[in-house]
């Protein structure tokens, strides 16, 4: 779905689903069937979408052209469009081992990026001069150690090679956007101005998750100011909510209900704790407030005591979308399938208020 900003420029709005459960092609384009049913909900002519390529079947998909063209045909029947690929999970729903996830000290995590880098440039619309691929926040803080930090750069040096081929073979940009988050090495402003003085700031940035964002406490402003200064684009912005419990004690019996046993929701505290699992901080209690991160829908709210974080994710929009140019190129939203127009309709009313033309009135051009 393309919005038009005051300045002219096309933002864009796509939709991801959590149900990743795609190993082959066929799955794939009976999975486009779902955004399909969502568009029509929301009466617009073109949804975009964010599509989510397992590694075997990315690595396919890169080789085989006749494959790619299909993909392409099948979403153009749909009235769907693909701008950006997501490679932030890795083994969901795909045949690898879903207890491996290798970060970017690892090659595999570099194989993988570039094979969407390649597919996304024969998918992206006619008049698509660049697309993105989402990647992890380089890896889990917990362990990385200076010996992983030098093998990451130099994957991430070999990585910025790869982008400039594909652009060179095709010539169409792809950029690569690392998506910072709880316990990751990159979580807050500061981690990731650190990491962006080494890395190639025209082909990688940064896919900033408002749900995420709020669980670092950080005032949303202040953050987005301290990137922008550093000079670090925010290629793509997920809107979502944190779960916020005020007096987690009290709200212990709501909080159980986000449990998902085998999918880990990340608990935050001003001060600074951080614990991986809500699972684990419902058994040692750290000090509240509590943010954690699970996908809630934006356009609900959760029976009380709990909270979400809608003015984390209001108060940065605003900021990054008012001004003389707008600070991203693509806005994503993910919920799951049944919520998905819902979401999407609250979505594109609140950025009608911060100025944005409906789908309708976007021009075509970048």
């Not at 009976?30 to 079947?57: F, I, K, N, Q």
């Not at 153009?76 to 690898?96: I, W």
């Not at 940009?173 to 962006?196: K, Y």
């Amino acid at each position: 779905m393309r919005l038009r900003h005051h300045s002219g420029r096309v933002v864009h709005l796509s939709h991801g689903t959590h149900e990743r459960v795609a190993r082959d092609l066929p799955a794939v384009v009976e999975h486009l069937d779902a955004y399909a049913a969502v568009r029509d909900r929301l009466a617009v002519d073109t949804l975009g979408v964010s599509l989510w390529l397992p590694p075997t079947l990315a690595a396919a998909l890169a080789i085989d052209g006749r494959s790619r063209t299909r993909l392409r045909a099948e979403l153009e029947a749909r009235g769907l469009e693909v701008v950006t690929l997501s490679g932030v999970p890795y083994a969901e729903g795909g045949d690898e081992d879903p207890g491996i996830c290798p970060d970017w000290s690892d090659p595999a995590r570099l194989e993988y990026t570039l094979d969407l880098a390649r597919i996304l440039t024969d998918l992206l619309p006619e008049d698509a001069v660049r697309g993105m691929v989402t990647t992890t926040g380089l890896g889990p803080r917990e362990g990385w150690d200076e010996a992983k930090q030098k093998a990451a750069a130099r994957i991430l040096s070999k990585l910025s090679g790869g982008l400039a081929e594909v652009a060179w073979h095709t010539g169409r940009a792809v950029r690569v956007a690392f998506q910072p988050e709880p316990g990751s090495v990159l979580d807050d402003a500061e981690s990731i101005v650190a990491a962006f003085g080494r890395l190639d700031r025209d082909r990688l940035g940064v896919s900033l998750d408002l749900g995420s964002l709020a669980c670092t406490w950080a005032e949303p402003a202040a953050a987005l100011d301290r990137l922008a200064a550093a000079g670090i684009s925010i290629i793509r912005v997920r809107v979502a909510a944190a779960l916020e419990a005020a007096d987690p004690v009290a709200a212990a019996e709501a909080l159980r209900g986000y449990v998902e046993p085998g999918h880990p929701h990340p608990v935050t505290n001003p001060a600074g704790a951080y614990m991986a699992d809500l699972a684990q901080a419902l058994g040692d209690f750290p000090p509240g407030p509590w943010r954690v991160r699970c996908d809630v829908p934006l356009h609900a709210t959760p029976e009380p005591p709990l909270t979400v974080t809608t003015e984390v994710w209001q108060v940065a929009l605003r900021h990054l979308l008012t001004g003389a140019h707008p600070g991203t190129e693509h806005l994503a939203v993910e919920s799951a399938a049944g919520g998905a127009s819902a979401d999407l309709a609250y979505l594109k009313s609140a950025l009608g208020e911060l100025g944005l033309s409906p789908p309708a009135e976007a021009c075509a051009a970048h």
